[in-house]
């Protein structure tokens, strides 16, 4: 049974404003490191809800503040990708079974991707709490129909598989053709999972990654990705989280 808080992530405030939105009203915001923790109770379960800034040093840090002064036990990061992957489409979900950083390369002291003196290049996601996000993430996609006309009209499909994480927004085809070529495994990328991972995996606890593909990180990145920001990012992470958490599969182990 765990005993510490479920902590909930996001990059970027539509990606988890609904979430705030629905705590209960005795939750109460802790300022620290120039970040807002809100912790309470949302749908029964004891949450610590965070907004940790885009990037890999902000990801860490708000991830090491939420297990060491917030007692999380458990850690979901969510937000929006770019696709990588042949298979994946805007408005497919992603569940992380791994994630690495494809910006890390210490070479030639370690082999590029390998985290210096860790001597590994990816972190797992914890295989039970990605197991409960896949499967709330094929319901919610069970009951979409898709997006908006002009955006493409299928079902979303939910993918479990490698995240790449780098300090970059990839908005250039040249840079994501070589991505999907030294890293023909990942599904998509994004700025934080991989090093929020670093961090559970460095302190033990276990964590999962939940994200929606905003764009292809073409040259079109920018633009897909603020519309859906602004008109979808929200409906996802709210259509997945919610359910799970008001079925009450985070209360206790
Ligand atoms: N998150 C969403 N789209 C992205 C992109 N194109 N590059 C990096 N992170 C992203």
Redesign the pocket.
Known sequence: MHTGRLAILGALHEEIADLLAAMDPGAVIHRVAMRDFHVGTLWGTPCVIALSRIGKVAAAATASIVIQEFQASRVIFTG???GLHPDVAVGDVVVASALMQHDMDARPLFPQHEIPLLGREDFAADPVLSARLLDSARQFASGHAGLPAGQGARRPKVHHGLIATGD????DNDYAHRLRQRLPEALC???EGGAMAQVCYEFGVPFAVLRVI??Q?DHA?KTD?TDFLVNLARVYTAGVLAPLLQSGAFRQA
């Open positions: 929006l990708a770019g970059v927004f990839v908005n990328l994004e700025m905003s764009d990180a990145a990705f």
